[in-house]
């Protein structure tokens, strides 16, 4: 496992609300990811780094930088830009993906979704569940500040 990427579970919440209206509690997936990375932890003297998206968008070459430290990997400039475009990997969610599909670097783009977790009950309590979990990636995850190496 090579790194576990994160997000608000109210982002996530309303995003994939938008695409699948009749999601469950578990597709928020941010309890699975802390699963994952707790098993990894156990498996491995090196867990996989977290990078929380709001980290990536604020300081993307910073956050970048640290990550390819933290796999081992050089750091390159070039992976802070890219070509626009659909790829493979994303055909059964294009859809979700159009934002960055048509984006060239890391941004934040405001998206105003119908539902989310100020209107609809349900949503809020998805991401109630799985908001501590996210905290818990949060405490581990990369910073600008983080010793890790």
């Given at each position: 496992?090579?790194?576990?990427?994160?997000?608000?579970?109210?982002?996530?919440?309303?995003?994939?609300?938008a695409?699948?209206?009749?999601?469950?509690?578990g597709?928020?997936?941010?309890?699975?990811?802390?699963?994952?990375?707790a098993r990894a932890?156990?498996?491995s003297?090196?867990?996989?780094?977290?990078i929380?998206?709001?980290?990536?968008v604020?300081?993307?070459?910073q956050?970048?930088i640290l990550?390819?430290?933290?796999?081992?990997?050089?750091f390159r400039?070039d992976?802070?830009?890219?070509?626009?475009?659909?790829?493979?990997e994303?055909?059964?969610?294009?859809?979700?993906?159009?934002?960055?599909?048509?984006?060239?670097?890391?941004?934040?783009p405001?998206?105003?979704?119908?539902?989310t977790?100020?209107?609809t009950?349900r949503?809020a309590?998805?991401s109630?569940?799985?908001?501590k979990?996210?905290?818990r990636?949060?405490?581990?995850?990369l910073?600008p500040?983080?010793?890790?190496?």
């Open positions: 496992m090579r790194c576990l990427g994160s997000r608000r579970p109210a982002e996530i919440a309303a995003s994939f609300s695409i699948k209206p009749d999601m469950r509690c597709e928020v997936g941010v309890e699975n990811l802390w699963d994952a990375h932890s156990e498996l003297a090196t867990p996989p780094p977290v929380d998206a709001a980290d990536l604020a300081d993307p070459e956050m970048m990550y390819c430290r933290a796999v081992g990997i050089p400039e992976s802070l830009t890219w070509d626009t475009g659909h790829r493979t994303w055909r059964l969610t294009d859809e979700w993906h159009e934002t960055v599909a048509g984006s060239t670097q890391f941004s934040d405001a998206t105003d979704y119908p539902a977790v100020a209107n009950p949503l309590e998805f109630a569940h799985h908001e979990f996210y905290e990636l949060r405490t581990v995850r910073t500040r983080s010793s890790r190496p």
